[in-house]
């Protein structure tokens, strides 16, 4: 039997829990109907057969081929410490100001001192007053 014809027959959210702990690898949240719980547990076995997985999580980490592969430090792709260190010459050096973030502007409400990000509509208002 499929997996998703195990999700579609389960009478109680304890099977749903079940088959969502066991064979999708997810808590599933008892507090949601049963029905909804069906729902986002036949979306979830979807994905996994999209991608082809079809394997549970601790499977997929196990065999996953890049996860032990060492990183070379004379390559130059992304994220790799060549190109980290081609970034850190593009940043300014300490000596060198960055541009300064502009405030944003804010009115104050003068009766109740309230503070509100600035508008043209808030500015018109008597009562508010640029801070």
């Known amino acids: 039997m499929s997996l998703s014809e195990r999700i579609e027959n389960a009478e109680t959210k304890d099977e749903l829990e079940k ?55 004379d390559t130059s792709q992304e994220g790799t410490p060549a190109s980290k260190m081609a970034d850190a010459e ?10 300064a973030q502009e405030k944003p502007r804010l009115l104050r409400h003068r009766g ?6 600035y508008s043209a509509a808030l500015a018109a208002k008597r009562d508010m007053e640029e801070v």
């Open 90 to 99: 593009k940043t300014p050096d300490q000596g060198e100001s960055a541009p």
């Open 19 to 73: 088959i969502g702990k066991d064979e999708l690898g997810v808590d599933v949240d008892k507090r949601k109907g049963l029905e909804t719980i069906r729902v986002d547990l036949q979306s979830l076995a979807e994905d996994q057969v999209s991608e082809g997985q079809g394997k549970t999580p601790a499977q997929n980490d196990a065999e996953s081929p890049d996860k032990d592969a060492p990183e070379s430090a």
């Open 112 to 117: 109740n001192g309230r503070v509100f990000t």
